[in-house]
C-alpha cells in the first residue's frame, strides 16, 4: 500500500506547485493592482513561481514510466483532459516566466497585464487538473470533493503569499478561511463519499489532515499565540500535503471494478 | 463510429471458472507475471434462499464509446473503423497510467518494469486472418464468444447490465452476458 502510495508523490508534487503558483500568482497580482508599497517581496515572490513550476513538471516525469516520451503527452490536445493540463501548466509557466521578469524590470507596469494573464491561467490549470481526477475508473475520485479540494488548497496558498507580500491583514484572513473551509468542506464530501474499506483506512489521515488545516487560522487569530505564525506556515502545508496523499490513496484502496 | 462493432458474449451459465481463457490469453500476449488481460471474476448476490453466483471472464470491452480513446494523452489507443476492436500501440505509450483510472473496467494494465500498460487487442492479428481471439478458442465449454454486436445483443436471455458491472451508459461496452436467472432479476 505504502509503496503504491508513494509512487503518487510525483502527482503531488505537480498538483501542490500548480496550486501554490496559482496562489502566489493572485497574490502578488493583487499587491501589483494596490500599487503595494512592498516592493521587494511582491519581486520575491513572484520571481519564485517560475521555480516552483519548473520543479512540479520535472518532477512530475517521474510519474511516468517512459519520462524521455513525454512529448507524446500533448498529442490529444484538446480531447483529453490530460493534454490539456500538460498544455496549460506549459503556457502557465511561460507567462511566470516573463511575469517575474516583468516584477523585476517594469515594476507595476508590463507586470499588471502579465499578472493577471498568470493568474487565469493559473486558476484555469487549477480547474483542468482537478478534472483530470473525475475519472469513472476510480469512483472514489468521481465527486465534486475533488475540485473543492484543490480550490481550497490554491486559497490558502494565496492567503499565505499575501501575507508575504503584506497585504492588508484583513483580506489574506478572508481568503484564508474561505480556503479552510473549502478543504474542510472537501473532507466531509470525500468521507460521505468514501467505501466502508476506505473509511478506515482514512479515518486517521482524515483526523490528522483536519487537525493540521485547523491549526493556522487558530494560531493566526490568537493573539500573541506563541511561535504562532512560524508554526501556521509548517501545519497548513503539511496538512494540505496529508490530504493530497490521502485523496491519491482512497483511489487505491478503494473498489475498482 | 466504425462501420461494424465486434462484441464479446460471455455465457455466465456455462462458465466453471478454470481460467483457461487467462492462461491462452497470457500465453497469447506474453503478457508476464503481473498483468491479467483477461479476468474470471466470481460475482455473488441475492438474499437467501434466493442467493445466487457465476462467473464471468472479462478483459476489454472495446467500447463503442471508448474512454481511454478519448483520454490518452499519446494517443495510444485507436478504434479501428472495419470492425470496431479498440487497439493499443504500446509504442506510444508513455506510461502515465491515465487509461487505467479512465476504464471503468480494469482493462489496461500497468507493468512497471516495461514502464508501459497493454491491454487486450481481440488478437487482432489472429482475427485478421480470419480466426478467433484465444480466449475464445481456448474456452473448453465455449462459454466466450465473439459476434457481431446487434447478432449478440439479440440472443435470447442477454443482458447488458449485472450485479456489481459499471454502469454500461459510462461507454456502451461491447460485451452481453448469459446469467443465471437469479442474477438477471437481482
Request: glycine share 6%; hydrophobic share 45%; with cysteine.
Amino acid at each position: 500500500m505504502l509503496k503504491h502510495l508513494f509512487r503518487e508523490t510525483p502527482l503531488v508534487f505537480l498538483t501542490l506547485a500548480i496550486q501554490l503558483a496559482t496562489g502566489m500568482a493572485i497574490a502578488t497580482t493583487v499587491a501589483a493592482l494596490e500599487n503595494q508599497a512592498a516592493i521587494q517581496e511582491v519581486r520575491l515572490v513572484g520571481n519564485f513561481i517560475f521555480s516552483i513550476l519548473v520543479v512540479g513538471v520535472s518532477v512530475s516525469l517521474l510519474h511516468l514510466g517512459r519520462p524521455l516520451s513525454a512529448w507524446r503527452a500533448l498529442s490529444n490536445f484538446p480531447r483529453s483532459r490530460l493534454s490539456l493540463e500538460i498544455v496549460l501548466t506549459s503556457i502557465f509557466t511561460v507567462l511566470s516566466f516573463f511575469y517575474g521578469w516583468a516584477l523585476l524590470w517594469h515594476p507595476y507596469g508590463l507586470a499588471k497585464l502579465l499578472g493577471i494573464a498568470s493568474s487565469l491561467v493559473g486558476l484555469a490549470t487549477v480547474f483542468v487538473s482537478g478534472l483530470v481526477y473525475r475519472v469513472e475508473g476510480r469512483p472514489i475520485w468521481n465527486s465534486n470533493w475533488i475540485m473543492l479540494s484543490f480550490a481550497g488548497s490554491t486559497a490558502c496558498f494565496c492567503a499565505m503569499a499575501m501575507e508575504a507580500c503584506r497585504i492588508h491583514y484583513k483580506v489574506a484572513a478572508i481568503v484564508l478561511t474561505g480556503g479552510v473551509v473549502m478543504l474542510i468542506a472537501s473532507s466531509a464530501l470525500f468521507w460521505f463519499r468514501a467505501s466502508d474499506q476506505v473509511r478506515r483506512f482514512s479515518g486517521p489521515w482524515l483526523v490528522a489532515h483536519l487537525i493540521s488545516i485547523g491549526i493556522f487560522p487558530v494560531l493566526l487569530l490568537t493573539p500573541n499565540a506563541p511561535f504562532g505564525p512560524l508554526l501556521a506556515i509548517i501545519f497548513l502545508p503539511v496538512g494540505i500535503v496529508l490530504g493530497r496523499y490521502l485523496m491519491l490513496a482512497a483511489a487505491e484502496v478503494g473498489p475498482k471494478f | 463510429m466504425s462501420q461494424r462493432q465486434i462484441a464479446f458474449f460471455v455465457d455466465a451459465t456455462r462458465c466453471v471458472n478454470c481460467k483457461t481463457c487467462e492462461v491462452a490469453c497470457k500465453d497469447a500476449n506474453d503478457s508476464g507475471p503481473v498483468r491479467r488481460f483477461r479476468r474470471v471474476r466470481t460475482f455473488e448476490g441475492g438474499e437467501f434462499p434466493n442467493v445466487f453466483a457465476f462467473n464471468l471472464s472479462v478483459a476489454c470491452n472495446h467500447c463503442e464509446d471508448p474512454a481511454c480513446v478519448r483520454q490518452c494523452p499519446a494517443r495510444a489507443y485507436s478504434k479501428r473503423e472495419s470492425d470496431g476492436v479498440v487497439v493499443q500501440d504500446p509504442e506510444k505509450c508513455i506510461g502515465c497510467r491515465y487509461c487505467t483510472w479512465v476504464c471503468p473496467y480494469g482493462a489496461p494494465q500497468y507493468d512497471e518494469s516495461e514502464g508501459r500498460v497493454r491491454k487486450c487487442n481481440l488478437c487482432v492479428e489472429e482475427l485478421d486472418r480470419g480466426g478467433s481471439p484465444a480466449c475464445v478458442s481456448s474456452c473448453p465449454l465455449r462459454a466466450i464468444e465473439i459476434g457481431d454486436l446487434d447478432e449478440v445483443a439479440s440472443r435470447p436471455g442477454t443482458v447488458m447490465q449485472v450485479v456489481n458491472f459499471p454502469d454500461p451508459s459510462l461507454s456502451r461496452p461491447s460485451i452481453r452476458f448469459r446469467v443465471p436467472k437469479e442474477a438477471r432479476d437481482a
